[in-house]
């Protein structure tokens, strides 16, 4: 079945502590995404990637760090940078580019710090 | 003022009822609108996309207003499983090759038995 897949499901750290979150797509789709959900607000943007070895900062950058080495994939980095890092974290993928077509969600990372 | 805005409900309808909600958005601009629903504590999951004036699926339809800057979501003859919240969302050109999608933050339906 073609679609996207995030791990950990939940994910519980120590602040201080750096984590790496996964997002694997095989729908073959060019566009990649990551974006942070809070309670009572919309999804907000944190980097996007439209091609391999190329990625952009969206609106909340700071404190993440990303790569994509591969089509698949899009790992998303939590540093201890981040000063507000709980959150529900979704991946999304995209055919077409430029940005702004649909977008296909993963069922997304809960991160927790403790 | 927002870049997209909907009323934050909840909208407590019965079985078979009939809802509309509302969506208006800020940046003339925008180029395309889509609807998705989200469960709780699930990912947004695309509902609609709407790229003219608007369009019908089943039970649902999407209009799009560009004069008005506003959108909206019909859903007729309510099921329980349609319980979720809606978001609204609007694809916005800030120049160039550059868009960006612009999500709501989302209407909570909730259809009563």
């Known amino acids: 079945d073609g679609g996207i897949t995030q791990s950990p499901k939940y994910l519980f750290r120590k602040e201080g502590q750096n984590v790496t979150l996964s997002c694997e797509q095989n729908?073959?789709?060019?566009?990649m995404y990551w974006y942070r959900q809070d309670p009572g607000q919309g999804l907000r943007l944190i980097y996007y990637?439209?091609?391999?070895?190329?990625?952009q900062k969206g609106d909340i950058a700071e404190g993440y760090s990303v790569s994509r080495e591969k089509k698949e994939s899009f790992p998303l980095t939590v540093t201890s940078a981040q000063k507000n890092p709980t959150a529900f974290y979704l991946c999304?993928?995209?055919?077409?580019?430029?940005?702004?077509?649909?977008?296909?969600f993963g069922p997304g990372t809960r991160l927790t710090v403790l | 003022r927002k870049e997209v805005e909907q009323d934050p409900g909840p909208f407590n309808v019965p079985e078979g009822a009939t809802v509309a909600f509302n969506c208006t958005y800020s940046n003339s601009a925008s180029q395309s609108f889509f609807w998705y629903r989200q469960d709780c504590r699930k990912e947004p999951k695309l509902l609609m996309s709407?790229?003219?004036s608007g369009n019908e699926d089943g039970r649902f339809t999407a209009q799009l207003n560009r004069a008005s800057q506003y959108i909206s979501l019909l859903i007729r003859d309510s099921k329980l499983s349609d319980s979720a919240t809606y978001l609204c969302?609007?694809?916005?050109?800030?120049?160039?090759?550059?868009?960006?999608?612009?999500f709501g933050t989302g209407t909570l339906l909730a259809v009563q038995p």
């Open positions: 709407v790229y003219s």
């Open positions: 969302v609007v694809n916005v050109n800030y120049g160039g090759a550059t868009n960006k999608l612009i």
């Open positions: 729908l073959n789709h060019d566009a």
């Open positions: 999304a993928s995209s055919s077409r580019v430029p940005l702004g077509n649909e977008q296909f």
């Open positions: 990637s439209q091609i391999v070895n190329d990625f």
